[in-house]
């Protein structure tokens, strides 16, 4: 069974680059033809993707965040990591990764993370 799991970064200053690993059990992240992807939820609103990393490892990212953010994998660990620089309170969120095979579908999902960015 495929089982992703958020890291747990709890309380993030204003300015700190947030990481957060999403370890992955059950499935290699190396194999065709599936996309791991970050997204998130800011209290009151709706989903947003942040970004994916391909099998391939290939990386692709939100417009409106790719100045911000980097995705890159240990494929040792079968683990793929967030970083998200220049954090402000506009960042607090349910922070989330997931399976899919395209960008925008998802089949599995991580129980999610939250992350607070206060001083």
């Known amino acids: 069974q495929v089982q992703l799991q958020e890291s747990d970064p709890g309380l993030v200053k204003p300015s700190q680059t947030l990481s957060l690993t999403c370890t992955v059990s059950?499935?290699?992240?190396?194999?065709?033809?599936?996309?791991w992807s970050w997204i998130r939820q800011p209290p009151g609103k709706g989903l947003e993707w942040m970004g994916a990393?391909?099998?391939?490892?290939?990386?692709y990212y939100s417009p409106s965040l790719k100045s911000r953010t980097s995705i890159s994998r240990d494929t040792s660990k079968n683990q793929f990591t967030l970083q998200l620089s220049s954090v402000t309170p506009e960042d607090t969120a349910v922070y989330y990764c997931a399976r899919g095979l395209s960008t925008d579908e998802y089949d599995y999902w991580g129980q999610g993370t939250q992350v607070t960015v206060s001083s």
């Open positions: 990393i391909a099998y391939s490892g290939s990386t």
């Open positions: 059950g499935y290699s992240i190396t194999t065709n033809y599936y996309y």
